[in-house]
């Protein structure tokens, strides 16, 4: 079945405790990307990568890092989380851009303390 | 300034009654892609639809409609005779394609909640 896990789907921890949220997809796609959504606000781009080795800030890049060092993965890493970073994130994929469909993961819901 | 903009931030209906959901784009690029997802009470993200700048054909599936209107930068989303399962919160997005380059980018608005109660 075509799609895109995220791990973990939930996580409360505390200030400054490094943390990576996991993202894989099964169906080859070249472009991953990570948001993040709040209320209010809706979903906000943190990273995105093209493909293997090449990535790019979104909107809101500060406080993470991303990896794409294979293809099916992009991983986004928190060194030092903070409270400003509670939110439900988002992994999302497609084949060759953004211009095409996203599909997208089930989310994690981060609570940082 | 916001590039895709939901000024509903929510709606709520009573059963088979009509809504549309209004989005309005800002763009200076002449190729863009315009979408609308989907995310019920679970939390998934559902794809919806597509739409390119050169297809201003509206475009009806089921009960659902959207008007794509260049003259105004709009894609608005129509549901019509709403069911209690269309309550969610309904994103419009914005691609870009920039001029000489694949690349682009990912812009969503701030949602529309919908409610439809029975």
């Known amino acids: 079945e075509a799609q895109v896990t995220q791990n973990p789907r939930y996580l409360i921890t505390v200030t400054g405790k490094k943390l990576t949220v996991t993202c894989s997809q099964n169906?080859?796609?070249?472009?991953m990307s990570w948001y993040r959504q709040d209320p209010g606000l809706g979903l906000r781009q943190i990273y995105y990568?093209?493909?293997?080795?090449?990535?790019d800030k979104g909107d809101v890049p500060e406080g993470y890092k991303v990896s794409r060092k294979e293809k099916r993965n992009f991983p986004l890493i928190l060194e030092s989380p903070s409270p400003n970073q509670t939110s439900l994130y988002f992994c999302?994929?497609?084949?060759?851009?953004?211009?095409?469909?996203?599909?997208f993961g089930d989310g994690t819901r981060l609570s940082i303390l | 300034a916001q590039k895709v903009t939901q000024a509903q931030t929510e709606i709520s209906v009573v059963e088979k009654e009509d809504v549309t959901l209004d989005c309005v784009y800002e763009?200076?690029?002449?190729?863009?892609?315009l979408f609308w997802y989907k995310q019920p009470p679970s939390g998934e993200l559902v794809f919806l639809i597509r739409?390119?700048?050169?297809?201003?054909q509206n475009e009806i599936s089921g009960r659902y409609s959207w008007n794509f209107q260049k003259s105004t930068s709009s894609f608005n989303f129509t549901i019509t005779a709403s069911q209690v399962v269309d309550s969610a919160v309904y994103f419009c997005?914005?691609?870009?394609?920039?001029?000489?380059?694949?690349?682009?980018?990912?812009?969503f608005g701030r949602g529309t909640q919908l409610t439809v109660w029975p």
């Open positions: 763009t200076r690029d002449t190729t863009y892609y």
């Open positions: 990568s093209m493909n293997v080795e090449v990535t």
């Open positions: 739409r390119n700048s050169f297809d201003e």
């Open positions: 999302a994929s497609s084949l060759r851009g953004f211009n095409q469909p996203q599909h």
């Open positions: 997005a914005l691609s870009e394609e920039r001029r000489g380059s694949t690349l682009g980018r990912l812009y």
């Open positions: 169906m080859n796609h070249e472009y």
